[in-house]
């Protein structure tokens, strides 16, 4: 069980997009739509923001999207919010009924 | 409300027991999968253990196999994690978190998660 590959940070200005990667492997991303990535502010619980690695729940907003391309999934906000900024995580469904996680990304809003 | 609350974190001696619960509230418990998800200090979010919506299938991360016991009383909405032999790197926040589907084990997205209760593994 092998923790999936994050940024460790990335920033950028409010109302500019930002793109934030998440590398696995054959065994994981690359071989289940099971792909979900949480935002997490500081002291506070995970908030899921994509399930099934493109859809949003219900409340999240539209600023919010996923994709995935081979064995790298990635998270896309537009229009930069400064409370868009805190710690984002992406998660896997990695075989054997195990899940693996990323180790995480620190977004800034300049 | 959907509501998920964790209990029984605290201080505990290496090589120690204990035992965590998360009280379940606003929606039907025993058809969702639960999972157990765990964040040292200042690092990122592990999955720990899962467990089906019957209890009938578990699930753990090889670094907590054979230590770790998760089930769940569907009649009490209450899931839990029994963690033996401790050691000084299982100290962390524990979470719990559901299953967005029914369907699922948590792996398509974990929809609700609790405040987390702290865990501190030290002499």
């Known amino acids: 069980q092998s923790a999936l590959t994050q940024p460790a940070s990335v920033s950028g200005s409010p109302g500019q997009s930002i793109t934030i990667s998440c590398t696995g492997t054959?065994?994981?991303?690359?071989?289940?739509?099971?792909v979900s990535w949480y935002q997490q502010h500081p002291g506070k619980a995970p908030k899921l923001m994509i399930y099934?690695?493109?859809k949003r729940p219900s409340g999240v907003s539209n600023r919010f999207s996923g994709s995935k391309s081979g064995n790298t999934a990635s998270l896309t906000i537009s229009g930069l919010q400064a409370e868009d900024e805190a710690d984002y995580y992406c998660?896997?469904?990695?075989?054997?009924?195990?899940?693996?996680f990323g180790g995480g990304t620190k977004l800034t809003v300049l | 409300e959907v509501q998920l609350l964790e209990s029984g974190g605290g201080l505990v001696q290496p090589g120690g027991s204990l035992r965590l619960s998360c009280a379940a509230s606003g929606f039907t418990f025993s058809s969702y999968a639960m999972s157990w998800v765990r964040q040292a200090p200042g690092k990122g979010l592990e999955w720990v253990s899962a467990?089906?919506?019957?209890?009938?299938?578990?699930y753990y991360a090889d670094s907590v196999k054979g230590r770790f016991t998760i089930s769940r009383d569907n009649s009490k909405n209450t899931l839990y994690l029994q963690m033996n032999s401790l050691r000084a790197e299982d100290t962390a926040v524990y979470y719990c978190a559901k299953a967005f589907s029914p369907r699922g084990l948590g792996g398509e997205g974990m929809d609700v998660w609790g405040q987390g209760t702290t865990v501190t593994v030290s002499s």
């Open positions: 467990i089906s919506g019957s209890g009938g299938s578990t």
């Open positions: 054959s065994s994981d991303v690359g071989s289940y739509n099971l």
């Open positions: 099934e690695g493109s």
């Open positions: 998660c896997s469904y990695a075989g054997s009924s195990t899940l693996a």
